[in-house]
């Protein structure tokens, strides 16, 4: 009898963890009329226009409408984000947006966190917004969220 004990106990533990794994979730709104919502992590093509879901973190994602864009955003208003639980005080998520060099203004381009730091996000609406990266020092535009589970939505043409 006791190894049934033993085997629910480790069953129910197994479902508990996975009931707790880390996702998050970039979803598109493309109201432009034209281009390919592209998102992508290390080279790879994860979403061209639909949601996309992670399961554990997501590091170091590049997001863009591809209107003639270069493979890597090159051209065009790009998104840079990290999507991952905090473990520590200040090591959750962070987006922004980035006009650096080889970037430049293509479309108003927008984010903003839901299902966590609701609210918190920026938008970029002209080559002259002060949202964006220009340069490597303007951390200050980063967009940072202490809470678990953070979903990103993206919108392009608001």
Not at 49 to 62: D, F, M, R, V
């Amino acid at each position: 009898m006791f190894p049934s004990i033993e085997l629910a106990i480790f069953v129910t533990a197994v479902i508990a963890v996975g009931a707790q794994a880390e996702t998050h979730t970039v979803t598109f709104t493309n109201l432009c009329g034209k281009g390919v919502p592209t998102l992508k992590a290390n080279g790879v093509t994860l979403s061209t226009g639909g949601a996309y879901t992670s399961n554990g973190p997501l590091e170091g994602a590049i997001a863009y409408l591809d209107v003639s864009c270069g493979a890597n955003g090159e051209g065009c208003t790009m998104i840079e984000t990290t999507l991952v639980n905090p473990t520590t005080s200040g090591s959750g998520s962070s987006t922004d947006i980035t006009l650096i060099s080889p970037h430049s203004f293509s479309v108003t381009t927008g984010f903003g966190y839901y299902n966590g730091c609701d609210g918190a996000g920026a938008d970029c609406t002209s080559s002259s917004c002060s949202t964006a990266f220009r340069v490597d020092s303007d951390s200050g535009v980063q967009v940072a969220c202490q809470a678990d589970n953070v979903d990103l939505a993206i919108t392009f043409c608001d």
